[in-house]
């Protein structure tokens, strides 16, 4: 109980994949151009981008997971052999597979490689996930509809050396465990095939069929209503009780969301996780990390009971905004940045490094990439140069903090 989990952060692209590495994670998922649940994220070539990917997690001390999640049709299998032969050629360490048939694939075709069962399977209980050892799963995913008492219970009744991992932090499915047939009724692109338009999050009005043309809120809110919103989830606080309840890996959620979130959530959650090792209680700050990346309202999911969803009229917010990306940094503070998102002289901003908490302060000056002063950065990626109150690393990251009313 004393062990320590694995901290497992999304990589959809390698600028997320460098930023999950480069804040603390301990692995990261990512997927190759094909039979990846996430199609649209920017994902690795096979295998060339899987080598370089792999190369670079081993480096840096960490492990990598290749999402071969999707359900294939028939007519998907074909490139499946080749697919995980290169993939493990290239140095992968585990595939996380949702079919029995792409398992039996991987144990065939490349039986060097860990197999990590999805969270699309759906197990929920101890005879499923002691099934899927048997099979050769060295781990399962559990899906996000357990409780902490459940996955407990689940833990006292399968092999010690099968581990569990579970979802800690990022957007929640109103489908069970994802698997979800409404991308395909309503967009014609299916979402267990890596193609979800995420219907749930379209904004909804009820039309009654003598009334044509009329629409009619469902709910009383003004600003309208998403009658399949979930909460996202946050579980940065109660990292004690996933340990204790056995969980080996803690997930985060989002190879579809921005490279700044990738790093602002691992780091948020690396340092929860060593205050966890040192015996501290939850430090409020890195729950307030949590609130400066984009996310619906928080919730625990379905860990302390049901029911752990909204379908309320909620947007995204965000306490911060990503301005700009630390490229080279000299001993004095004299910074080189890369522009994300527009910021002027007189902004309060944060830099936000690996290691230490977030340091706040005032934009005093600010330089283009030929030093000509400016009052204001406007072009994304333009270069920049500016003096930091502090020699930062690479990869650290300048965000503009937002007034009250700027959050919604």
Not at 165 to 192: I, K, T, W
Request: include cysteine; aromatic fraction near 8%.
């Amino acid at each position: 109980m004393n062990k320590l989990p694995e901290l497992l952060a999304p990589a959809g692209d390698r600028e997320r994949l460098e930023m999950a590495l480069h804040y603390g994670a301990d692995a990261v998922y990512l997927a190759g151009k094909s039979y990846g649940l996430r199609a649209f994220a920017g994902n690795f070539d096979c295998p060339e981008g899987l080598r370089e990917a792999a190369a670079m997690a081993h480096a840096a001390g960490a492990r990598v997971y290749v999402t071969v999640n999707t359900l294939p049709r028939q007519a998907d299998m074909a490139g499946m052999p080749a697919f995980l032969e290169q993939a493990a050629d290239a140095g992968v360490d585990a595939f996380i597979v949702a079919d029995l048939g792409v398992m039996r694939l991987a144990k065939r075709h490349a039986p060097g490689v860990a197999l990590h069962v999805s969270t699309q399977f759906g197990v929920v209980n101890a005879a499923a996930a002691e099934m899927l050892w048997e099979l050769g799963a060295r781990r399962v995913v559990l899906a996000r509809e357990l409780s902490l008492e459940e996955i407990r219970a689940i833990r006292r009744n399968t092999p010690p050396a099968l581990e569990l991992e579970a979802f800690v932090h990022g957007a929640m499915c109103v489908s069970f465990s994802g698997r979800c047939l409404l991308s395909n009724y309503m967009a014609n692109r299916d979402g267990n095939g890596g193609a979800c338009a995420q219907p749930c999050r379209w904004k909804y009005h009820l039309v009654e069929e003598k009334r044509p043309g009329q629409y009619f809120e469902i709910s009383e809110d003004t600003g309208g209503t998403y009658i399949l919103n979930s909460h996202d989830m946050c579980m940065i606080e109660h990292l004690s009780e996933l340990r204790d309840a056995g969980v080996d890996s803690l997930k985060i959620e989002g190879r579809m969301k921005s490279a700044y979130y990738a790093a602002v959530i691992t780091n948020a959650y690396r340092h929860a996780l060593e205050d966890l090792a040192a015996g501290s209680p939850p430090n409020p700050l890195w729950r307030a990390e949590c609130d400066k990346v984009s996310h619906r309202p928080y919730s625990t999911g379905f860990y302390f009971g049901f029911p752990g969803q909204s379908y309320g009229a909620e947007s995204y917010t965000t306490d911060a905004d990503v301005c700009a990306v630390v490229e080279s940094c000299e001993s004095d503070g004299e910074a080189f940045l890369t522009e994300r998102n527009r910021f002027s002289v007189g902004d309060t901003v944060e830099l936000l490094c690996r290691g230490a908490p977030p340091l706040r302060f005032v934009v005093e000056e600010l330089r283009d990439g030929d030093n000509t002063p400016l009052l204001c950065a406007r072009h994304p990626m333009m270069a920049l140069r500016m003096r930091l109150p502090v020699r930062a690393e690479r990869l650290s990251i300048l965000r503009r903090i937002r007034e009250n009313k700027e959050k919604t």
